[in-house]
């Protein structure tokens, strides 16, 4: 059975509404996507007949162009909604989904555009298990946790004894013996260097959400998430963000699976813990599965760990896949940096991107450090730097959502020869207040002998779109960036707003440029009083609005309580790790412990 009354070009599905359910998409007989109409699509009138718009994939819009047999498929009942050659931008070549070594991309569960396991031929995937059964063995054995195959793993292994063919990565998860969440965030610092010490390159992800890089022979590496999973009284907590009740039995002693021949520890009961993740239809696959989790597990989760690298698997992308389209010259504003600063300054570029900027003012005579916290362009910046004959460029890892990351690389930069310029731009736009906050206070401990920072930001303006070209770089109010330096301890010199260009170099007509110092004595100028902003999901601010102010009031402080456990346990690990060694004030000694707290906690 066919349905008719489809279309498919390159902005969108159109599809009618009596279609629900799953719908698989394929390209030449290749799976490609899937998706749920009435989720992921608008309800619109086309002519008398309803219909779903489902727009593509953000990462999979672009590369529309070309001729495909598009199939869209239900799941596993058989019926074919369509199967037509379609010409995306009327172009007649042969649409080829792959990367760069001839591999097929599809979009995995994330929406992420990626090589999916179907994808992948028999010997990776026994490479790909093999590196997950040594993950299992240097947790289980080495660091000492109950550690276990977790969601998309688990679920292949138990359902089909394989991969799922539309996922991308493998999962493990461990029951945390800590029931205060700013313990479970320290154990995860734990954890994580001991990986490091194991040879693991680990990324930081949240407060208790780390991820292994597995390199595979063909060039490529494959992610094995680690999440740690905590009991708070009776209800349970998973990083991946789900919640609920599920006992300690049901994960603890470790039993067995098997996965693509390879047997592997797996939860006490895998059943019922599948069963809490996936919902009681786990048994039947879903590749369009999206997970409804209970909105106050969710804002819990997020208040006690949240993200230390928000948003940082997009710039990866937009640096890696779409590295053509990035200017890479030197900006407007690094001309304008270099015109007001001294032959041979000391420049820190924070948050350097494909290292355009970094690379103009080293060749300007300017001594520069770079820092990102997407490793894609801390690669770029480091390579350029390189070539240009810099072979010792210093280019490091700085999320600043970790106040670890912060307090390291304020440190270093308080030790460099001489007064710093912090740059920043295209910066503040990318950071929520918590992370503005952590910029300030880097500033203010780096500058306290002298220096200045500058910085160039999109500013908010009465026609002005919310975000740049990117979609990555959000707008802000220049007095409120203003009211955070003061509250900081700095002065604004300058803050000026007019035309000037984005982060892709595009013509803006509202961009902002700030100049600020912080005094080197313990005097203070006068500050201005302003309410840090709390960051909230958009539905508890939906909530929000309709509750009495006191109630909104402790909603809030709520929210700002739950982020302090993190807080606590960014400091602990600081003075455990750092600060204790550093009190013989021996000054080789105290760059040797910043360098080793840089590779064992920080390093890309």
């Known amino acids: 059975m066919r349905v008719s009354a489809i279309s498919v070009d390159e902005r969108r599905l159109a599809l009618p509404t009596r279609i629900r359910g799953p719908v698989v998409v394929r390209f030449d007989g290749r799976y490609v996507w899937s998706f749920v109409p009435d989720r992921d699509g608008a309800r619109c009138a086309t002519g008398r007949t309803p219909a779903w718009h489902v727009p593509w994939p953000a990462p999979l819009s672009p590369l529309l162009d070309g001729t495909a047999t598009v199939r869209l498929e239900g799941r596993g009942n058989g019926l074919v909604h369509f199967e037509e050659p379609v010409a995306f931008r009327n172009n007649p070549r042969v649409l080829t989904l792959e990367d760069g070594r001839g ?21 990776d995937r026994a490479a790909v298990v093999a590196g997950t059964a040594r993950a299992l063995a240097d947790l289980r054995e080495r660091v000492g946790i109950d550690a276990h195959l977790s969601y998309g793993a688990l679920l292949g292994a138990v359902r089909e004894g394989r991969m799922i063919d539309h996922d991308s990565d493998t999962d493990l998860a461990y029951l945390s013996r800590h029931t205060h969440p700013a313990d479970v965030v320290r154990e995860s610092y734990r954890i994580e260097r001991e990986l490091r010490a194991l040879g ?10 780390l991820k292994l890089f597995l390199p595979l022979d063909d060039g490529r590496s494959v992610h094995v ?23 300690a039995s049901a994960l603890t002693p470790a039993s067995t699976v098997v996965l693509e021949g390879v047997e592997l520890a797996a939860p006490a009961d895998p059943a019922q813990v599948l069963a809490f993740l996936y919902g009681a239809g786990w048994r039947v696959p879903d590749p369009s599965f999206q997970p409804d989790d209970p909105p106050d597990g969710v804002r819990r989760l997020d208040g006690w760990l949240r993200g230390a690298r928000t948003d940082v698997v997009e710039w990866n992308e937009l640096f890696r896949d779409r590295r053509r389209e990035l200017p890479r010259g030197g900006s407007g504003f690094a001309r304008w940096v270099d015109s007001r600063s001294p032959a041979g300054s000391e420049v820190v570029d924070l948050g350097s991107g494909n290292g355009r900027d970094a690379v103009f003012l080293t060749r300007r005579g300017h001594r520069v450090r770079a820092y990102d916290y997407s490793g894609a362009a801390i690669r770029q910046t480091r390579r350029r730097l390189r070539r240009l004959g810099d072979a010792g460029a210093e280019v490091g890892v700085l999320p600043l959502n970790d106040l670890r990351a912060t307090l390291l690389a304020a440190a270093e ?45 999109l500013a908010s303006g009465p026609d002005a779109e919310p975000a740049d070209a990117t979609g990555l770089v959000r707008r802000l109010d220049p007095a409120v960036v203003a009211a955070e ?3 900081h301890g ?14 892709l170099d595009e013509p803006d007509p509202y961009v902002a440029r700030l100049e600020a110092r912080w005094l080197t004595t313990t005097q203070h100028w006068p500050t201005t009083s302003q309410k840090e902003p709390i960051t909230m999901t958009a539905p508890t601010r939906r909530r929000l609005t309709g509750l009495p102010t006191w109630l909104r009031e402790l909603a809030r402080s709520v929210e700002e309580n739950r982020r302090l456990n993190r807080r606590v ?10 600060l204790v060694p550093l009190a013989d004030r021996d000054e080789a000694r105290a760059r040797e412990l910043l360098q080793r707290y840089r590779e064992s906690t920080l390093a890309p």
């Open 200 to 209: 693991w390159k680990v990324v930081r992800m949240s407060g208790a959400d």
């Open 490 to 503: 700095g002065r604004v010199d300058q803050i000026d707003v007019g035309p000037g260009e984005g982060f």
């Open 103 to 123: 591999a097929r991309l599809s979009v995995d569960r994330a929406g992420h555009l990626t090589r999916v396991f179907g994808a992948t031929d028999g010997g």
């Open 569 to 578: 346990a960014e400091l602990t690990d600081v003075v455990a790790e750092l």
């Open 225 to 247: 998430d680690v999440f740690a999973a905590f009991h708070v009284g009776e209800t349970f907590f998973q990083l991946g963000g789900r919640s609920g009740r599920l006992p």
């Open 485 to 487: 330096v003061e509250r």
């Open 413 to 457: 930069l308080a030790r460099i020869e001489r007064p710093p310029t912090i740059y920043a731009r295209q910066l503040l736009g990318c950071l929520d207040a918590e992370a503005r906050d952590n910029l300030w206070l880097l500033c203010a401990t780096a500058l306290r002998r002298g220096g200045t920072v500058v910085a160039e930001f």
